[in-house]
């Protein structure tokens, strides 16, 4: 990873949004909720979308560059299925 950054987009298009993703060089987006079609939108540009991710941004960065960040410490509420299995995101 070379640069890691807290963006915050006032673009209201989400292709504009997803754009200036691509412009960035983002390869990878750590989000919280994300709606089916823009997550379409941003991997039709390659760019890797972890969902569904909650805690502090230091924590959640560190948690994906340890690959713990799919554990359900890291899912936002609800993101499984009653039995302990995940169902936002990666399983």
Known sequence: ?????????AHPSSLRRAER???L???VLICGGISDS???VIEARRIEIVPFAT????EVLGAYLSG???RK???M???????????CGKD
């Open 77 to 87: 509420p609800g993101c499984e299925d009653g039995h302990g299995k995940p169902f």
């Open 55 to 58: 805690g502090s941004v230091q």
């Open 38 to 40: 823009y997550a379409k």
């Open 73 to 75: 410490h890291y899912r």
């Open 1 to 9: 990873m070379k640069n890691a950054h807290l963006l915050r987009f």
């Open 25 to 27: 060089g983002m390869q």
């Open 21 to 23: 993703l691509d412009d």
């Open 68 to 70: 713990d960040v799919y």
